[in-house]
């Protein structure tokens, strides 16, 4: 237990002399204006623009996929019309 009381005494005192501006980002810090701010939103941005295509593509290739089926299934319906 003794160990375990250190370590977090360690952590504490660790944090306490670390200095202010190593705490936050510009972004999370309200300077919203800075260059580090800027760049952050654009790469969120720019994860977020590929994950909408891949998503959006995968789900196009589904879309795809039902059609070409109900097609044919269409298809079969008019070649055997006794067997539908």
Do not use: Q
Not at 14 to 41: E, I, K, Q, V
Not at 51 to 56: A, G, I, K, N
């Amino acid at each position: 237990m003794k160990s375990f009381s250190k370590i977090i005494f360690s952590a504490l005192a660790l944090a306490a002399s670390a200095p202010a501006s190593s705490f936050a980002c510009a972004a999370c810090y309200g300077r919203s204006d800075s260059p580090l701010a800027s760049g952050m939103n654009w790469g969120i941005f720019t994860l977020l623009g590929i994950v909408v295509s891949v998503l959006t593509c995968i789900a196009a290739f589904f879309v795809h996929i039902v059609r070409k089926e109900a097609a044919a299934n269409h298809d079969d319906a008019l070649k055997n019309p006794s067997e539908v």
